[in-house]
């Protein structure tokens, strides 16, 4: 791909792209996806005839020869009223493997080109059928792991995230045009400087722009989730903290020392926030290569958690080995301190905002306490359970509007102690280049690259 403005390709698709759009193995029914401008010849060549458009028809699929692979419905969308904007095609076949790839095998040999993970929701962007923002919620609706980010996805694809972005861009250009107009007026540029009210249409940008930053955070959750690791030493009850908050025996749990020797990882969900549990072995001095190889692992997932907890045995409370764990700790992971076992202690379960961690006490063998873990790791990363209006976003999304926003607040500090209106005019135009990357205005081609190769084929 080349850089472009969204919806302006710098050069045309030329080649006709297929893919098996549906998931490996058997099904039901299997679809065989087509677009580009050799759509309508494969269509007679592999149908006998061109389909009626829109309509769904059925056809018998047939090789070179004649001989007949399958029977099923065919959808022509002729361009540019297609999902690509080009000429697409879908058979509908049934869904055995075999089936697929002899249907697929027969339209390559008719001229297309198997199509590269992402390219035809590369294409619906080039063809200014979707902006960026849309094409990556296509991707996050069909990954989305609960009920809640599904939504938010459906929402961003809906384009309610872009419109977000879209009313700040025009606002932002507004800005810019006043600020640039007096600038070509310098007699009128004291009287602009001196306005109040420029201060105030700043402020209100940047104020716009964090709000949409908390609610970007908020679908950057909703996506990616967080990655909570269990860390502490053997027999402390991690795996049984693990099975807990999955709801099920995720992992072996004895009274055994260090049964745990390797890292498990569960996927689930708390009141719709995904959240990636890893179980790690027990830290410990050792001299056994196996239990040794399964501590490096997991001080590599303690490595890349964005929070960790740390369990401890309440019989014995917080120990000098305890302590060595969190010193190990790289700087800047949070942690919570988790007291275990509190059904043989006798001690109350409940959250207390000690210093210098939040601990909680609870027990993973009865439950009591779970509910305050819960609401602890939602409360930590700022998750809300019935976010109204919400949308899926990214990481990228939201270093942009960070971007974005620090530029704004610069323009501002400039303009108040340097009274340089062209150095607030390009703080600005940096922050409209910002927002512009969010929907794809203003694209690398290393970026679309990125975020299209990471899509499933077919799609």
């Not at 989730?225 to 795996?239: D, E, F």
Request: charged residues 25%.
């Amino acid at each position: 791909m080349t850089s472009m403005q969204a919806g302006h390709p710098v050069t045309p698709n030329i080649d006709t792209i297929a893919a098996i759009a549906t998931p490996p193995g058997q099904g039901g029914v299997g679809i065989v996806r087509v677009s580009g401008a050799l759509v309508p010849d494969i269509a007679r060549q592999l149908l006998g005839r061109l389909p009626q458009r829109r309509i769904a028809e059925l056809h018998d699929f047939r090789a070179g020869d004649g001989a007949l692979i399958d029977a099923g419905l065919t959808l022509y969308f002729p361009a540019p009223a297609s999902f690509t904007g080009e000429h697409v095609l879908e058979l509908h076949g049934h869904g055995g493997p075999v089936v697929m790839d002899l249907l697929l095998a027969r339209v390559l040999a008719l001229g297309a080109r198997p199509a590269r993970p992402g390219e035809f929701s590369a294409r619906a962007f080039l063809n200014g059928k979707l902006d960026l923002a849309q094409a990556e919620a296509i991707a996050d609706l069909i990954d989305s792991g609960t009920a809640q980010a599904a939504r938010a996805a459906a929402r961003s694809l809906q384009g309610v995230f872009s419109e977000r972005i879209h009313a700040l861009l025009e606002q932002l250009i507004a800005l810019r045009s006043w600020i640039e107009a007096a600038m070509d007026f310098p007699d009128d540029e004291i009287d602009l400087l001196s306005d109040e009210r420029l201060g105030k249409q700043i402020a209100a940008l940047a104020e716009a722009i964090k709000r949409t930053m908390a609610d970007a955070h908020q679908g950057q959750l909703l996506h990616d989730g967080i990655t909570l690791v269990i860390a502490g030493r053997p027999n402390v009850g991690k795996s049984s903290l693990m099975n807990a908050l999955a709801g099920f025996d995720a992992a072996i749990v004895t009274d055994i020392p260090g049964t745990t020797r390797d890292v498990l990882r569960e996927r689930i969900q708390i009141d719709g926030m995904p959240l990636h549990i890893i179980d790690t072995a027990g830290l410990h001095e050792s001299t056994d290569p196996v239990e040794q190889a399964g501590m490096q692992r997991a001080r590599r997932a303690m490595e890349s958690a964005d929070r960790l907890l740390l369990v401890i045995d309440d019989q014995a409370g917080y120990t000098a080995a305890d302590a060595t764990i969190l010193e190990a700790l790289p700087a800047g992971i949070p942690h919570t301190r988790i007291h275990n076992k509190i059904d043989l202690t006798g001690r109350q379960p409940g959250l207390s905002e000690a210093k210098p961690a939040v601990e909680i006490a609870l027990s993973a063998h009865t439950g009591a306490g779970l509910d305050d873990l819960r609401r602890h790791l939602k409360q930590c990363v700022g998750f809300q359970e019935h976010a109204e209006g919400g949308f899926s976003a990214r990481r990228r999304h939201f270093d942009a509007l960070q971007r974005a926003h620090a530029h704004i607040v610069e323009g501002a500090r400039l303009l108040r102690e340097q009274h340089a209106a062209e150095l607030l005019a390009e703080e600005l135009r940096e922050a409209q280049q910002d927002l512009g990357e969010i929907t794809g205005a203003f694209t690398s081609e290393d970026l679309l690259d990125r975020i299209f190769s990471s899509f499933c084929i077919g799609k």
